[in-house]
């Protein structure tokens, strides 16, 4: 058996025969690392664990710097005692440990051998050693490869927890920043809050840091003041640590301002659970005093609400436990009494802490300004200064709302008050607001006549409205030039007009009243009312011919259709004073001069009417014969029948055939039709059957049998009274003759056609089918009706074409 001179004297137990070729082998090369390797290759396959370990054993010692013999050999012992309990076989770990050891003296540059070690090292409960190895590891190995140790010291510190892990995080953190939220997440659990705060506010103002897990800069900034607040009593604020709690929340409380309700009742809490409830009053009273939407007011106010309740809560079960004791203690029931006094004070400001938030969000809005005098009820003193107050934030120009009627009020708060002289001052300021339009000037200035007319001041009133209404003589300003203050446009405002004119006219003298309807009409600002008003004013005072001046200066302003109104009263007037009857029809044909056709119809019946009655009845046809003409369409059959009965009431019946045959004439084929059969009943009346069947022939080509049936029974009534069987038969040929005059019509056709298409119970293919059989029927030869395979186009009409004989009818049909 071989001996090897390194090692000294060989174990004679583990070295059997078999192992010759492999010891000579190593004796030959003692330098190679191959010979080893087929030694424990062989050994492996059939030797015992024993007899592998001493050959690797020798193999390392040989050659102490190979990593795979090291390797091996590691892997081979670990694996021996996988399956052991390292708190019982402390002793076989510790031989492993002090192996791994021997192997790193001078493979310490290895990762993988450390991997190896520090894997084992964690199964074993040696904290204290598994940290230190980790730290040598860091030190031995390259930067580039401490990601390898991380990955294992990073578990084992999360599984150490407490002080251990979060120094071991320090370190991790310098080299891998982008990790601090789970270095966050492990600070908070381990009760660490004020270095998590800190570590939060690194992270917040590191620009660069991207979220592993995808939040944004304010959902961790709000994580960050939920554990602020919730924590507040663990956080240490300091001069030493930098951490000023309430300076982070009103930083957030200025950059997030849709979040400011929420901010605002957290910095509360935070001084809450820090046991200051002076400090967390003061933060509540400076929230509601500064939030600019409802939804953060609401939100402050019950947080301060239950605040304040769970307070008084607190003091009035220890006022009950005292007197179940029997003890008394006056300055607690002082405080009792206090806290609740402070609480119904706040639940009374509400209304008014609400108004503020609207008021700041909108200091123009006029109605939120209203509700605030509202609120104030009779504190005569708050009013005012309320009043004061609103004139003093709103732009007149941006109001929102009636601006001019908060300074109504502000004068009738006074006015109620007795005090008439300050209502005044009040008014003469508010007439030399700028407000946003010439109507709010307006109603100003009347607000203030009114104010004068309640308190029997009529002289003042209408003092106060001759300066409102002051202008020069000849005015260019255009009321509508935005460009101009209101005060300067205010003189042409109708609204302001018309007040000063009523209140003249109710208590001045008429020479008074004229003068101010004279100045509107120079103005160029008279309306149509202004108009009327004008003219029933003279009227009412006998002045009928200025009334009638007045009129016509209102028409030379006005057109139609204004114009037609301003007519209809002038005439009706003039014909109601009975003037002179040449004047009157010099009146007329001017309103019917260039009257338009839809207002015609009115003046002419009028017109009419008044030559009946003053002129000559020959005068009033021509009239009427006129306005047929003149008048619109839709009203001309009407005309014409108003012309007919007038002509027949006057001249008898014979006259109206002229009338009638130019009605014919003019008017459409269905109001042309109605017409015939009138002058067809009245030719009947007089006799003239001839005439009258002539009328109803001539009507005959207006009305297809099929739709206007009526037309046909009546002149069939009319021959079976008046007629003989050969009139009787002209009649139906002609009938016949019509019908298939309008079936040959292409127009009528194709209508009739799309009619039967589309009635109830036809196919979307009715209109061509329909079609398709009066084609048909048309070729068909008389008196045959063409085959079909639909009973629609059996039952269309049948009517030849051509008459070969069309007095050969039959009676009976």
């Known amino acids: 058996m071989a001996t090897n001179g390194a090692h000294g004297c060989l174990n004679l137990h583990l070295v059997s025969d078999e192992d010759s070729v492999y010891e000579q082998d190593i004796l030959r090369e003692p330098g190679s690392v191959r010979p ?63 192996l791994f050891e021997r192997a ?16 084992f090292l964690t199964q074993q409960p040696l904290v204290t050693t ?53 270095f966050i997440e492990l600070l908070i659990e381990s009760g660490a809050y004020t270095e998590a705060a800190l570590r939060y506010i690194k992270v917040l103002n590191t620009m660069k840091f991207a979220s592993k897990h995808g939040k944004g800069h304010y959902e961790l900034w709000s994580e960050m003041v939920d554990m602020l607040v919730e924590h507040a009593s663990e956080i240490e604020t300091s001069f030493d640590t930098g951490l000023d709690v309430e300076r982070i929340i009103r930083s957030g409380i200025q950059r997030f301002a849709d979040q400011r309700g929420k901010l605002w009742a957290g910095l509360a809490t935070y001084w809450i659970r820090k046991g200051n409830f002076e400090r967390a009053r003061d933060i509540f009273e400076e929230g509601i005093t500064t939030v600019m939407t409802v939804r953060d007011f609401t939100l402050i106010f019950d947080s301060y609400a239950e605040f304040e ?115 005044r001052i009040i008014m003469e300021k ?20 009114e104010m004068e007319l309640r308190n029997d001041n009529f002289d003042d009133a209408v003092r106060i409205m001759a300066k409102a209404v002051q202008a020069p003589k000849r005015s260019t300003v255009d009321y509508f030039d ?18 000063y004119v009523d209140l003249v006219e109710s208590v001045s003298t008429l020479e008074e009243t004229k003068k101010v309807y004279e100045r509107i009409f120079e103005l160029r600002i008279a309306t149509p009312q202004t108009v009327v008003n004008y003219a029933n004013l003279l009227e009412e005072q006998k002045y009928y011919e200025e009334s009638f001046k007045i009129y016509e200066r209102g028409l030379d302003l006005f057109s139609y259709p204004v114009a037609f109104e301003l007519w209809n009263l002038y005439l009706t007037k003039a014909v109601d004073r009975k003037i002179g009857i040449e004047r009157l029809r010099d009146l007329f044909e001017q309103a019917v001069e260039d009257c338009p056709p839809k ?49 027949a009431s006057n001249f008898g019946l014979p006259s109206t055939r002229p009338i009638y045959e130019r009605a014919i004439t003019a008017l459409p084929d269905a109001e042309a039709k109605e017409m015939c059969l009138k002058f067809a009943d009245m030719e009947k009346r007089l006799g003239e059957i001839d005439r009258a069947r002539a009328i109803y022939g001539h009507a005959s080509q207006f009305c297809d049998p099929r739709t206007n049936p009526d037309f046909w029974s009546r002149w069939e009534q009319f021959e079976v009274q008046h007629g003989n069987e050969d009139t009787y038969k002209e009649m139906l040929r002609v009938k016949r003759s019509v019908q298939a005059q309008y079936n040959t019509d292409v127009n009528f056709i194709a209508s009739q056609a799309v009619a039967r298409g589309t009635r109830p119970g036809g196919s979307d293919n009715g209109s061509a089918d329909a079609m398709s059989a009066l084609d048909r029927q048309i070729r068909a030869p008389e008196g045959f009706v063409a085959a079909s395979t639909d009973s629609r186009s059996a039952s269309l009409p049948v009517a030849p074409v051509h008459a070969t004989n069309p007095d050969a009818i039959d009676l009976d049909e």
Request: aromatic share 12%.
């Open 482 to 499: 935005e460009t101009l203050s209101p005060q300067q446009r205010v003189h042409k405002s109708w609204k302001l007009w018309s007040f």
């Open 599 to 647: 207002f015609a119809k009115i003046i002419y019946l009028m017109y009419g009417n008044l030559e009946e009655e003053r002129g000559l009845a020959r005068h009033a046809m021509r009239i009427y014969e006129r306005a047929t003409r003149a008048v619109a369409d839709e009203d001309r059959a009407d005309m014409f029948n108003f012309y007919i009965t007038k002509s």
């Open 36 to 98: 080893w390797l087929a030694y424990i290759d062989f050994k492996t396959r059939h030797g015992a664990p024993i007899e592998q370990a001493f050959v690797m054993e020798r193999a390392c010692k040989q050659l102490p710097r190979s990593y795979k013999l090291w390797k091996m050999y590691l892997t081979f012992r670990v694996k021996h005692v996988a399956n052991l309990n390292p708190a019982i076989f402390s002793v076989e770990y510790r031989k492993v440990n002090a």
């Open 309 to 423: 309740e769970s307070i008084i809560g607190t003091l009035m079960e220890v006022a009950s436990s005292r007197t179940v004791e029997g003890i008394t203690d006056d300055d607690a029931d002082f405080e009792l009494d206090i806290r609740m006094m402070r609480f119904e004070h706040l639940m009374d400001r509400r209304p008014f802490l609400l108004n503020d938030v609207l008021l700041r969000q909108n200091p123009n809005n006029v109605a939120e300004w209203e509700k605030r005098v509202a609120l104030w009820g009779d504190n005569k003193r708050e009013v005012a200064q309320t009043y004061t107050d609103a004139i003093g934030a709103i732009h007149p120009k941006r109001a929102t709302g009636s601006f001019h009627q908060l300074w109504a009020s502000y004068a009738k708060f006074y006015e109620r008050g007795g005090d008439l002289r300050n209502a």
């Open 430 to 449: 508010a007439v030399k607001v700028p407000f946003k339009s010439v109507a709010e000037l307006a109603d100003m200035w009347i607000e203030w006549a």
């Open 130 to 182: 598994v940290r230190r190895t980790f730290d040598r590891a860091l030190r031995a190995l390259p930067i580039t490869q401490h990601n390898r140790i991380w990955s294992l010291y990073r578990p084992f510190a999360n599984s150490a927890a407490g002080e251990t892990a979060v120094k071991i995080w320090r370190r991790y953190m310098q080299v891998h920043p982008e990790d601090a939220e789970d």
């Open 104 to 119: 790193l003296i001078l493979l310490n540059k290895m990762p993988r051998i450390w991997e190896m070690y520090l894997k």
